[in-house]
Antibody, heavy 122, light 109 residues
Framework: EVQLVESGGGLVQPGGSLRLSCSAS????????MHWVRQAPGKGLEYVSA????????YYADSVKGRFTISRDNSKNTLYLQMSSLRAEDTAVYYC???????????????WGQGTLVTVSS | EIVLTQSPGTLSLSPGERATLSCRAS???????LAWYQQKPGQAPRLLIY???SRATGIPDRFSGSGSGTDFTLTISRLEPEDFAVYYC??????????FGQGTKLEIK
């Protein structure tokens, strides 16, 4: 059974940093691209970032480019999202999502974690 | 960047009725890369349909997807109580790897 378990969310002040983790199991983690998608309270889904299966290629939405860094450790089956210079508008539930291809392009999102809430507030 | 517009924003129907949800793209989308997701309160989205018309594993056959080019439709043939939720369409491409519609809330009338 595929499982994606996010952790690391919490309350952080504007300008602060936070690192999210996503522990994966039930599939060959190193064979699939992974993604982060977020959802602000009461709002829709917003695409955040992607990383290819071997970590060699990454993508960032304009809203987070230069502030967030996606990475993965295939030996630990873990995906990360390092977030810095956080803003109030980054407040959201962050979902870890499994892709269906090695590259992050043209792959549907077949499994989602339960999400971790990040709140940016003073 | 492709923009996906879903309509209606809210759809009020009764159990047993047929639901038709629309997703319109700002430019042509390959049918191979159009998906629908269901999200219930407090839960993560769940993949329903991919490739515009293929049901994901375990999805009941009352859910069907259709369309091509810029117009896509999710149809729920006979609504069950557990189908009332928010539905999102998504195109999965290259840059960006994904964009989502704003969602349609399907509520009990």
């Amino acid at each position: 059974e595929v499982q994606l378990v996010e952790s690391g969310g919490g309350l952080v002040q504007p300008g602060g940093s936070l690192r999210l983790s996503c522990s994966a199991s039930g599939f060959t983690f190193s064979s699939y691209a992974m993604h982060w998608v977020r959802q602000a309270p009461g709002k829709g889904l917003e695409y955040v970032s992607a990383i290819s299966s071997n970590g060699g290629s990454t993508y960032y939405a304009d809203s987070v480019k230069g502030r967030f860094t996606i990475s993965r450790d295939n030996s630990k089956n873990t995906l990360y999202l390092q977030m810095s210079s956080l803003r109030a508008e980054d407040t959201a539930v962050y979902y870890c999502v499994k892709g269906q291809t090695r590259g992050y392009s043209y792959g549907k999102f077949d499994y989602w974690g339960q999400g971790t809430l990040v709140t940016v507030s003073s | 960047e492709i923009v996906l517009t879903q309509s209606p924003g809210t759809l009020s129907l009764s159990p047993g009725e047929r639901a038709t949800l629309s997703c319109r793209a700002s430019q042509s989308v390959s049918s191979s890369y159009l998906a629908w997701y269901q999200q219930k309160p407090g839960q993560a989205p769940r993949l329903l349909i991919y490739g515009a018309s293929s049901r994901a594993t375990g999805i009941p056959d009352r859910f069907s997807g259709s369309g091509s080019g810029t117009d896509f439709t999710l149809t729920i043939s006979r609504l069950e109580p557990e189908d009332f939720a928010v539905y999102y369409c998504q195109q999965y491409g290259s840059s960006p790897p994904a964009t989502f519609g704003q969602g349609t809330k399907l509520e009990i009338k």
